[in-house]
C-alpha cells in the first residue's frame, strides 16, 4: 500500500523543480489522496556559478545534500537529472527508477544560423567539456566560452556576452518550452550526448519497500537498460560529471548500441567505439566499451585531462 505523504527532494532551479512537479503529478495521478511535497535544497553546484564546474572538483556537485537529506530521513525520494548523478551512491541509497528518455540531443541556439554556418572564430557558449571537445574536433577555430546557469541565464547569454551560439540540451529546453529559440539539433553522431542525458533518476532509501513499490511504476525499461550501460562505461574509465567522455545506447529489438567517445579538452586527441549486445547484458557491454577506449588511447587522455584540472 503506498505512503498518505511522499516528499520529494528537489534542487531549486526552473528545470528541476519542472522534473520534480511532473513526478508529483504522476504519483497524484496513479494514488489520488496521496498528499506530495516538495522539499527545495541548494547544492554546492548551485551555490558557485562563477567556476567552471571542471574546475570546481569532485562528484556529486548537484547531488550531495540532497543525498544528505534523504539520510537524515527529510525526503522520501529524490528527482535529478541523470546527467549530473555519479555513478557511486552513500549506503543505503540507490538510483531506483529511471524515467523515459526525452531527446537526447544537443540543441544550437544561434543568430538564425546552423552550426556548419557559424562563421570562423564564433564564440560558442557551452557549460560542457564533452561539447566542447566534440565541437572543437569539427571546427578547431571555434572560441568556446563556459557558461553558468539555469537554462533561461544561458540562453540570454547569447545576447549579454555576445556570443555567436550556445548549446544546451535538448531536453530542458523542450521541457520548459524554448523550442522556438533552437535553431538546430545536433546529431548524436556529431555531438554524442552526456551520459543519461534527457532521463530523470529518482534515487530513494533501497531498503523501504513501500517506498520502491510506490515508484516503480516510473522506471521506462529501454531507457534504463541504456542508461545504466552508460553510466557503466563511465564508472570503468573513473569519470565525473564534468569530463570530456560521451555514451548514448539506443535499444531496438532487444539489442542494445552503445556509443563512446573519450576526447581532449581541446578535441585535437580523441577515441571514438561502439558495440552492440544482447540488452540483458548491458552493463557489461559499457564495461567492455569503456576498456576498449582506454585501450586504444583514453587512458592517455584523460590522465592527462585530470593532471590539468589538478593544476589548474
Known amino acids: 500500500m503506498p505512503p498518505k505523504k511522499l516528499r520529494i527532494g528537489t534542487r531549486a532551479s526552473q528545470l528541476a523543480l519542472w522534473q520534480a512537479n511532473w513526478v508529483k ?156 529559440a533552437v535553431g538546430e539539433y545536433l546529431d548524436t553522431e556529431l555531438s554524442i550526448p552526456a551520459i543519461g542525458q534527457g532521463a530523470l533518476g529518482i534515487e530513494c532509501r533501497l531498503a523501504d519497500p513501500v517506498i520502491t513499490e510506490t515508484i516503480a511504476f516510473f522506471n521506462h525499461a529501454d531507457t534504463s537498460v541504456a542508461v545504466r550501460a552508460e553510466r557503466a562505461l563511465l564508472k570503468r574509465c573513473e569519470g565525473g560529471c564534468q569530463v570530456p567522455i560521451a555514451a548514448h545506447g539506443t535499444v531496438k529489438d532487444g539489442q542494445l548500441r552503445l556509443v563512446g567517445f573519450i576526447a581532449s579538452v581541446d578535441g585535437q586527441r580523441s577515441v571514438r567505439g561502439e558495440l552492440c549486445g544482447p540488452v540483458a547484458e548491458s552493463e557489461q557491454l559499457g564495461i567492455r566499451l569503456a576498456d576498449q577506449l582506454l585501450a586504444e588511447g583514453g587512458k592517455a587522455i584523460l590522465e592527462e585531462v585530470y593532471q590539468r584540472s589538478i593544476g589548474e
Request: glycine share 8%; hydrophobic share 40%; charged share 30%.
Open 25 to 180: 503529478s504522476e504519483l497524484e495521478k496513479r494514488y489520488p489522496g496521496m498528499e506530495v511535497t516538495l522539499t527545495k535544497i541548494k547544492t554546492i553546484g548551485d551555490k558557485i556559478l562563477d567556476v567552471p564546474l571542471a574546475q570546481v572538483g569532485g562528484k556529486g556537485l548537484f547531488v550531495k545534500e540532497i543525498e544528505e537529506a534523504m539520510l537524515r530521513d527529510e525526503i522520501d525520494i529524490a528527482v535529478h537529472s541523470m546527467k549530473d548523478v555519479p555513478t557511486d551512491f552513500p549506503e543505503g541509497l540507490g538510483l531506483y527508477c529511471i524515467t523515459e528518455r526525452e531527446d537526447p540531443r544537443d540543441a544550437v541556439i544561434s543568430r538564425g544560423l546552423t552550426f556548419a554556418e557559424l562563421p570562423q572564430g564564433a564564440r560558442i557558449g557551452t557549460s560542457a567539456l564533452r561539447r566542447q571537445a566534440q565541437l572543437l574536433k569539427v571546427r578547431p577555430d571555434l572560441q568556446m566560452c563556459i557558461i553558468r546557469g539555469n537554462v533561461e541565464t544561458r540562453i540570454r547569454k547569447l545576447t549579454d556576452d555576445n556570443l555567436d551560439a550556445v548549446i544546451l540540451a535538448a531536453a530542458g529546453l523542450k521541457r520548459l518550452g524554448f523550442t522556438d
